[in-house]
């Protein structure tokens, strides 16, 4: 039972300007929400999280957005570069112990 | 900061051989680690959580006799695979979570692909 879901599996954006993924969960006891970019053959890295309590945390280009009521989480890049494109993946944890992944989502910036 | 190194970062061997693979927090101590799994096009799937200097917790599905988890000190934790077989083969990732606190983000390991002929 997938309980963080990212509905677009690929995106592609142009260099410069703003790209969008989403995540949608449907857990309500999730508190800590979560992005990571992972390249092939890699580990995701940590890129910018968002507790319950907030509805927006921004840092640099990423900023995430949290939508409680509508259990919805984006993140934006802007202003997207070539070198973001990776797969990005949502996950969810509960009182910050194990994460649920969505299935990711592979931005592709282009020049 | 934060860095997890896992390893080896790709293994190939024959079915039945047993396969251990590490997981350190380099640069913080890690009471709890974790593994996953992920198959092809899909997302990680925790496997079990491991807690140092106690039994793994294992995921419903996960066989624990097969897929052994020792967390021996702060900084490492292992799993091993034993008797493999070609359907184990996948990529494998620790992660690794600094501190007892809550929402604090778990750093992860490059992987470990495992093929099993």
């Not at chain 1, 995701?44 to 319950?52: D, G």
């Not at chain 2, 190194?5 to 680690?33: N, W, Y």
């Not at chain 2, 990732?93 to 929402?103: D, E, F, Q, V, Y």
């Amino acid at each position: 039972d997938q309980q963080v879901k990212q509905n677009s599996p690929s995106l592609s954006v142009q260099e410069g300007r703003i790209s969008i993924l989403n995540c949608d969960y449907t857990n309500s006891m999730f508190d800590y929400f979560l992005w990571y970019k992972k390249y092939p053959a890699e580990g995701p890295t940590f890129l910018i999280s968002i507790s319950s309590i907030k509805d927006k945390n921004e840092d640099g280009r990423f900023t995430v957005f949290l939508n409680k009521s509508a259990k919805h989480l984006s993140l934006h890049i802007v202003p997207s570069q070539p070198g973001d494109s990776a797969v990005y993946f949502c996950a969810a944890t509960a009182r910050g112990y194990a994460l649920n992944f969505g299935k990711g989502t592979s931005l592709l910036v282009t020049p | 900061g934060a860095v997890v190194s896992q390893h080896p970062s790709r293994v190939i061997c024959k079915s039945g051989t047993s396969v251990k693979i590490e997981c350190r927090s380099l640069d913080f101590q890690a009471t709890t680690m974790f593994w996953y799994r992920q198959f092809p096009k899909q997302s990680l799937m925790l496997m079990a959580t491991s807690n140092e200097g106690s039994k793994a917790t294992y995921e419903q599905g996960v066989e624990k006799d097969k897929f052994l988890i020792n967390h021996a000190s702060l900084t490492l934790s292992t799993l091993t695979v034993t008797s493999a077989h070609p359907e184990d083969s996948s990529f494998y990732i620790c992660s690794a979570l600094p501190g007892r606190g809550s929402n604090q983000p778990q750093h992860f390991g490059d992987g470990t692909r495992l093929s099993i002929l």
